[in-house]
């Protein structure tokens, strides 16, 4: 059984940074290309960051690219998501998802390319 669990969303003000968190359960992590997403009240879930197996290679959305930084622990099965300089359009669930299998490239960026998802954390920014 697969299970994504995020954690580390609040309330920041604008020009504040926070650090999400995933923990992976049920599989062995280092295989999976791990993301993340986010959606806003009344408006579509959008690609945030991807990063491959290894760590080795990441991609951005144009919106966050300089701002945000995705890493992750093989050995803690975890993956992060670095968030500084927040906007209040970054406000926004914020899901993190996995998928087994090579590197993808431009597909990672995708939802429909990944398997698990987790429930969201919260991230509120205000101005």
């Known amino acids: 059984q697969v299970q994504l669990v995020e954690s580390g969303g609040g309330l920041v003000q604008a020009g504040g940074s926070l650090r999400l968190s995933c923990a992976v359960s049920g599989r062995t992590f280092s295989s999976n290309v791990m993301g993340w997403f986010r959606q806003a009240p009344g408006k579509e879930r959008e690609f945030v960051a991807t990063?491959?197996?290894?760590?080795?290679?990441?991609y951005y959305a144009d919106s966050v690219k300089g701002r945000f930084t995705i890493s992750r622990d093989n050995a803690k099965n975890t993956v992060y998501l670095q968030m500084n300089s927040l906007k209040p359009e970054d406000t926004a669930n914020y899901y993190c998802a996995c998928r087994s299998g090579f590197w993808m490239g431009d597909r990672q960026k995708e939802s429909k390319m990944y398997d698990y998802w987790g429930q969201g954390t919260q991230v509120t920014v205000s101005s």
């Open positions: 990063i491959s197996r290894n760590g080795g290679t990441s």
